[in-house]
């Protein structure tokens, strides 16, 4: 793993991005090295209250210079804090360019700080997709025990329905199943897809979208890839027998249908992966904790730390394809 770059960037500098990612890296010392995009004051600022010198891995801050001091608080949302995390990605994607980092993750960002600044897009899966120039991208959100592929994602309950089309269906299964070889060895992709609606439908008492959308995209994905394929099934049984390891991705309609059950089977090891990419990024499957940001010693790492171990497995996996 040595030779592996990871590319870190802070987040919010008023969350818990800076705090999670200092313990986070201190656990790779000899596994990689990392290139973290942020704001050096900040860093020292959580370094000296945490008690900690040092990073224990080999590290080179980019120093970003972007945090007004004055008035500076942990724990706040503002426009120039959403300001600060949006160019650390910016700056990361220029690394990524010019080949200094083998791969990404993101610390948490604000949406609502992020919004005030002007940023437009949902969150840092649909920017970093639009800043490659990529359309076909899904978020994948797993733990130890699961691993989700999202139809929708960072939408209203009351647009899933019709956001989701065939075409939809067939391009986000496949580049599963594509994901799950390249980045996870998986030579014959086992996926389970839940339906929409309550037991998926019912035989089309609780919905048409089963019928009409899915069953149709699954039997042509059925005869054209080189994956078992099963359902649309209710989304309790299917997470239920992925949880067993009878599949190796569950295809979530929405958000929430994947969220709650990875969150409640492992939300310390969740981790974020953006499918589609050309490269590999992966994040914590949690928020800035502004409620707990002034204190540092209070942010749990693990997710950070899953994250990291996950984005170098997968650069280790895309090199033996």
Known sequence: MN???VGVTMGDP???GPA???KAIRAFKGKADFVVIGDAWVLGRVENSLGVKGQGARVRVIDLKNV???GFEFGKIKKEYGKASVEYLDKAMELLAAKKMDCLVTGPISKQAVKLSGFKFPGHTEYLAWRSGIKNYAMMLLNDRLRFSLLTGHIPLNKVS???SRELVRKNISLTAMSLKMLFEIKLPRIVVCGLNPHASDGSIIGKEEKSVFTPALKGLRRSLKAVIAGPVSSDVAILK?????FDAVIAAYHDQALIPLKLTGYQAGVNITLGLPFVRTSPLHGTAFDIAVN???ADPSSMTAAIKAAIQCVLNQRKA
Do not use: F
């Open 296 to 298: 540092p010693q209070l």
């Open 20 to 22: 999670v990612l200092i």
């Open 162 to 164: 019709r956001s989701i």
């Open 14 to 16: 008023s969350g818990i």
């Open 242 to 246: 992925a949880s067993r390891g009878e």
């Open 3 to 5: 030779n592996i770059t």
């Open 68 to 70: 007004p001091r004055k």
